[in-house]
């Protein structure tokens, strides 16, 4: 989607290596969220940001982290990827006021072997 | 945020109305109600949001009970690239003190355009 990018698209690494995604938007958006998404689960949040150096945890961060030092970009860290964190990985942004929606990017598919 | 209830799946012919229902029973008076959907292999996209009075924009109308405990997602003219996961949010309002930690997807429907 226009106004926001993810990288890489595709991701084959092995366990035990720590991983970075990053997601840069171009929107000026407040607020930016990580969600994965697995067969059987649908999609699940994993953190969020609300500004710059602003995070929280969503419903799945075990295993997870992630940094925002800049409003553009909102990095996504597997410090020890695992097997079980093999899925597609969806930012999204939104604007003030939130109401308006959200706008989701293209994901990152990740496979750890 | 309040519980949605969707059909786990639909079909409906190309070139006719696609009506999709969600339950939200449990809504409250400062709660949205949005719709989204995912298009195989890609990031959801949304369609459109209202909070009691229908809604329409150049992709769907919302149609909201009097009540507000369910709604209809109308796609107008179905193609086949209507074909997609539809999934029915319901979000409290930021600025009547919700935060601001995401959207919480179910499972949807999936809605199958017909040739």
């Known amino acids: 989607d226009a106004g926001i990018t993810q990288s890489p698209r595709h991701k084959v690494t092995e366990t035990g290596t720590p991983v970075t995604l990053r997601c840069h938007q171009t929107e000026n958006h407040r607020y930016m969220y990580w969600y994965r998404q697995d067969p059987g689960h649908g999609l699940r949040l994993i953190h969020y940001s609300y500004g710059v150096k602003d995070t929280d945890k969503g419903e799945v961060s075990d295993g997870y982290s992630v940094s925002r030092s800049k409003t553009e970009d909102f990095l996504l860290t597997l410090e020890s990827a695992t097997s079980s964190q093999t899925s597609v990985y969806f930012c999204?942004?939104?604007?003030?006021?939130?109401?308006?929606?959200?706008?989701f990017g293209s994901g990152t598919r990740l496979t750890v072997v | 945020d309040a519980k949605t209830t969707q059909p786990t799946s639909m079909d409906c012919a190309e070139g006719r109305a696609a009506n999709l229902p969600c339950n939200h029973s449990?809504?409250?008076?400062?709660?949205?109600v949005y719709w989204y959907r995912q298009i195989h292999s890609q990031g959801p996209q949304y369609i459109i949001h209202?909070?009691?009075n229908n809604e329409t924009n150049e992709m769907a109308s919302l149609i909201i009970t009097e009540d507000r405990k369910s709604s209809t997602l109308i796609l107008p003219h179905a193609t086949l690239r209507d074909t997609a996961v539809y999934y029915c949010?319901?979000?409290?309002?930021?600025?009547?003190?919700?935060?601001?930690?995401?959207?919480?997807f179910g499972k949807g429907t999936h809605l199958i355009i017909q040739p």
């Open positions: 999204a942004i939104s604007g003030e006021p939130q109401n308006r929606g959200y706008t």
């Open positions: 449990t809504i409250s008076g400062n709660e949205y």
């Open positions: 209202g909070l009691k």
């Open positions: 949010i319901v979000r409290v309002d930021l600025y009547s003190g919700g935060g601001a930690d995401g959207l919480t």
